[in-house]
């Protein structure tokens, strides 16, 4: 996997998943912007999906 991929992946699930999430749209109204952001580092799979993305990222700017 190069990065440009990987980047296309991350944009694709952010664009069908993450831009038009009601579940986060009512957690900023009932937790706040950082309690919606904790919600989708801990307990959305898309954030998981997210994370490991990002971890590929990593691994392919340390080559």
């Not at 990065?3 to 999430?21: A, F, G, R």
């Not at 957690?27 to 990002?54: D, M, N, P, W, Y």
Request: proline share 0%.
């Amino acid at each position: 996997m190069n990065k440009v991929d990987v980047m296309k992946d991350i944009d694709e699930l952010m664009d069908t998943y993450c831009s038009d999430c009601l579940v986060i749209r009512d957690l900023r109204k009932e937790r706040g912007k950082h309690g919606a952001h904790r919600f989708c580092i801990e307990s959305c799979t898309v954030g998981e999906q997210l994370q490991f993305l990002g971890q590929e990222m990593m691994k392919i700017y340390e080559k």
